[in-house]
């Protein structure tokens, strides 16, 4: 299994490294950093059977999403807050009719 390499797709340069499990995980995964973007990511988990082939055009179809994803406009979402509880009636208020 490959264990790190460099590549340059689309005019970026793309730096990818497996990194080992640490902390409460378990096992490896697949870290990879681009020029003029300050973010990592660990899209999916190493495998045995990775090759640099495959590895990267993962990590190409998974960038060109992100970047895709971050050009749509904001979707204004549902928010969730606790809706106002109705009213009781008044204790000396009149009942219904029956």
Not at 64 to 83: D, G, M, T
Request: overall charge positive; aromatic content about 14%.
């Amino acid at each position: 299994m490959v264990q790190a390499f460099d590549f340059e797709e689309g005019g970026r340069t793309f730096n990818c490294v497996v990194e080992p499990p640490r902390g409460s995980r378990t096992e490896a995964w697949w870290w990879f950093g681009v020029s003029g973007d300050g973010h990592r990511y660990a899209p999916f988990q190493a495998a045995a059977g990775d090759t640099e082939s495959n590895v990267r055009s993962r990590i190409v179809t998974y960038y060109e999403q992100l970047v895709f994803r971050r050009s749509q406009p904001v979707q204004p979402r549902q928010h969730w807050a606790r809706r106002a509880k109705p009213e009781a009636p008044a204790a000396d208020a009149p009942s219904p009719a029956v």
